[in-house]
């Protein structure tokens, strides 16, 4: 289970890795990351979190392209 605190890494969806994309999905997203604070927006039914991922970069990532780091 995610949650603030977790270390996680990215997973991107298969059907978004075109050949052009690869590098912008996982460009400074090095694992692990660290999950900052859950982000809360009105109208939203996906959680989506803020990571600090190892090379620095802040994000914010939807939870269906995160797993937990092991």
């Known amino acids: 289970?995610?949650?603030v605190g977790s270390l996680?890494?990215?997973?991107p969806s298969p059907s978004s890795l075109f050949k052009?994309?690869?590098?912008i999905f996982k460009e400074g997203?090095?694992?692990p990351g660290l999950?900052?604070?859950e982000i809360n927006e009105k109208g939203t039914t996906t959680r989506r979190?803020?990571?600090r991922w190892q090379s620095g970069k802040v994000t914010e990532?939807?939870?269906s392209y995160l797993?937990?780091?092991e």
Do not use: D
Request: charged letters at 35%.
């Open 1 to 3: 289970m995610i949650k």
């Open 8 to 11: 996680v890494k990215y997973v």
């Open 20 to 23: 052009s994309k690869v590098h």
């Open 29 to 31: 997203r090095k694992a």
């Open 35 to 37: 999950v900052l604070r």
């Open 49 to 51: 979190f803020e990571i």
């Open 61 to 63: 990532e939807w939870i």
């Open 67 to 69: 797993e937990v780091f």
